[in-house]
């Protein structure tokens, strides 16, 4: 039988997370360069769903932005003042469109807090539920087999091996306490099975919440299957409740990117050092050395070399560069270019192909020709530098006039003289030189040599007069 898309996937994502400590909310912190919910969103889209559902309510307003930004066609529920999983999920469902339900189908149920969660998982969660032979089952629940499961809920199995409950770990007996199966709180509901079950849930519990569990007994009762899918991946349903977890997740999310990128074909010298978000893309060969930090959507082409100690976030290097001790963001590397060490590339930075930037050389909105080079000591801001320039050492782009920035533009095969002042609006032409230590403040013709300097004056006998007796 063909499988249907799930009709829905609804994410839990209105709890405070107390234990974060923080003014963030919990499913907004960061994690390999998405957040948490957006790593969660991430895996819901990807099992191609009719319908993805939000379900918010601490910072509602911050989250619900989040939403939007992250993933525009995901809809927003709020879950109102009643507590508990239950009732968050009963929310979601009212924040369909009419009659979403109508023609049945699969609700996948998860977390904006479990960040490692794949949509292949969650694929095979929803092609196991909806695709089982004998009677289509109420509900498929996600399963892991922990060394440890103190504090989980655990899976209870008839002898066919159906789900027959999930007892909480304060509720346990001892025989049940000894059971190691966990459940992951990640399901695949038939949809009208969950939409009759969850008007019915009460709250008559110590935490005085409605449970989502309860919709699995409400299910055996009305004559429902109940089955469970095991995930050999434990690091797959594992959550986020405080800043140790989150770190935890993190590196383990960070080990798994790297390993990733090993297998297709870069070197990595020290994984443990380096650092790589999730939407980071990565070519045959590139050499990522100690102390490395590549953020956002940064793109390294085949061949290049990046580090030690570097930091690109939304950062494209071109093949066959070499990027050493550099931080960077929002820049554009040509193929074969060299930066650092020591360098800064702030947004707008576009280095040609061959070109160079240097030793503790900052760029700001600079467009740098093929084969140009800025190698060392200098600013170079709001710029279009031609093909072939050099610009000499400590040469400053004085871009900013106190009220507004200008541009400057060198053109192609340009000298630019050491300690050289370029204060903009200014063109300099074609082939055209600065003397050393000049202030430049007019435009210069192509092939001129521009001197801007006072005439040195020698005055003898100065030291002998001035300063007798000294070492001079």
């Known amino acids: 039988m063909s499988l249907r898309r799930p009709v829905a996937v609804v994410v839990l994502a209105a709890g405070e997370g107390t234990r974060m400590r923080s003014a963030v909310p919990k ?68 924040g369909l469109p009419g009659g979403a339900l109508a023609a049945g189908g699969t609700v996948l149920v998860t977390y904006g807090d479990v960040p490692l969660l794949q949509p ?199 093949a066959g560069a070499s990027v050493v001790r550099t931080h960077g963001s929002g820049a554009v590397i040509g193929a074969g270019a060299t930066v650092g060490p020591f360098s800064y590339l702030r947004p707008g930075t576009e280095l040609g192909e061959g070109g160079k930037i240097g030793a503790f050389v900052e760029t700001k909105g600079a467009r740098i020709g093929r084969g140009s080079k800025v190698p060392h000591l200098s600013y170079v801001g709001d710029a279009d530098i031609g093909e072939g320039v050099n610009i000499g050492a400590a040469t400053v782009f004085v871009n900013y006039d106190g009220v507004a920035k200008h541009r400057t533009t060198i053109g192609d095969h340009a000298r630019i003289g050491s300690d050289t002042m370029l204060v903009a609006p200014l063109t300099v032409g074609d082939g055209a030189y600065t003397a050393a230590g000049s202030v430049i403040t007019a435009d210069v013709p192509a092939g001129a040599m521009a001197v801007a300097r006072g005439v040195q004056r020698n005055v003898r006998g100065w030291v002998e007069r001035r300063r007798a007796g000294s070492p001079a």
């Not at 993805?52 to 109102?80: F, I, S």
């Not at 629940?141 to 007892?167: C, M, N, Q």
């Open 27 to 94: 499913v907004l912190h960061p994690l390999a360069g998405r957040s948490l919910l957006g790593h969660a969103l991430a895996a819901a889209r990807g099992v191609d769903p009719e319908h993805l559902v939000v379900v918010v309510r601490h910072a509602r307003d911050l989250v619900a932005a989040h939403v939007a930004e992250t993933d525009p066609r995901a809809l927003v529920a709020d879950q109102d003042e009643v507590p508990g999983t239950g009732r968050a999920v009963q929310c979601g469902l009212d």
């Open 120 to 318: 292949e998982t969650l694929r095979a969660l929803a092609a196991a539920h909806d695709g089982a032979e004998g009677p289509r089952r109420a509900v498929t629940v996600l399963t892991a087999d922990l060394a440890d499961p103190t504090g989980y809920g655990r899976v209870v199995r008839d002898e066919d091996g159906s789900v027959a409950a999930i007892v909480e770990h304060r509720d346990a007996t001892d025989a049940q306490r000894a059971i190691t199966e966990v459940n992951s709180g990640i399901y695949a509901f038939d949809a009208a099975v969950l939409a009759a079950a969850l008007p019915r849930l009460g709250s008559a519990n110590d935490q005085g919440e409605v449970y989502l569990t309860d919709v699995l007994a409400l299910a055996r009762a009305d004559g429902g299957a109940v089955a469970a899918v095991p995930v050999a991946d434990q690091w797959q349903t594992e959550g986020v409740n405080d800043r140790v977890q989150l770190a935890r997740l993190h590196a383990e999310a960070n080990r798994r990117a790297i390993r990733a990128h090993q297998l297709a074909g870069a070197t990595v010298v020290d994984p443990t050092t380096t650092w790589v978000d999730a939407g980071v893309r990565l070519g045959r060969d590139v050499t990522l050395l100690p102390g490395t930090a590549l953020h956002g959507a940064t793109v390294v082409e085949d061949g290049a070399t990046v580090g030690p100690d570097t930091t690109l976030t939304d950062v494209r290097v071109g």
